[in-house]
């Protein structure tokens, strides 16, 4: 098992793991928007496995039309602080030291306190902004992660990522999230922060998803 939790006063908004909360579509942090949504991608280890390497080679923000640049991962071995478990409760911390990993192009695969340049336009939207992976979390049978705001984006918040192969055997893939507008158009059209998160779902299950269905 892999864990690692990264949270330096780094990013730019508060609620720090919110997207673990078991409440968080009831109550998201303040000023926010909350989102969430999880689809069946398939079924049995092999689904799993390549769910879970596209994930953590960036693939879901790639497949949402965005480039991922200027990826630095943290320097030195990680120390685990608290995490996290499936119902968002607080968990043991553990010592991390796992080998980077890196996917055919070179870049590092997803490993907490990594940041990166998220850059491109969803639908005509920006969706530029500077990101931290506060969370990474391999396991037999769940892997994501949780990306919290750095700067530079028309929003502030997390959002996370978790593929999870059940004792059903089937895969799924979940994606939640907070958004807090920053720039003024947001923050004067609000709907726009919804528009914006849905669009970036779509992308993300386009990506992992080998049958794109409906979420639920």
């Known amino acids: 098992m892999r864990r690692g939790n990264f949270q330096e006063g780094t990013v730019d908004y508060a609620a720090v793991g919110a997207t673990n909360a078991h409440d968080l579509m009831t109550y998201p942090p303040e000023h926010s928007v909350p989102a969430e949504a999880s689809w069946r991608i398939g079924s049995g280890q092999a689904r799993f496995e390549s769910s879970a390497d596209a994930l953590l080679s960036w693939g879901a923000l790639r497949g949402a039309g965005l480039t991922v640049a200027d990826v630095r991962p943290a320097s030195g071995p990680m120390y685990s602080g608290v995490g996290f478990d499936a119902e968002g409760a607080p968990v043991a911390p ?123």
């Open 94 to 216: 553990s010592r991390l030291e796992a080998d980077q990993r890196f996917d055919a192009d070179g870049t590092p695969y997803v490993a907490a306190g990594t940041t990166i340049r998220a850059q491109g336009r969803v639908k005509g939207m920006n969706a530029d902004g500077e990101l931290r992976v506060i969370s990474a979390i391999e396991e037999a049978r769940r892997v994501g992660f949780a990306l919290g705001t750095v700067g530079g984006s028309v929003v502030s918040g997390e959002e996370s990522f978790m593929i999870e192969w059940d004792d059903t055997d089937e895969v799924r893939f979940t994606v939640r999230a907070f958004d807090r507008p920053v720039s003024f158009l947001y923050r004067v059209l609000p709907q726009l922060v919804k528009r914006r998160r849905r669009e970036l779902f779509q992308g993300y299950l386009r990506a992992i998803s080998p049958m794109y269905t409906t979420p639920s």
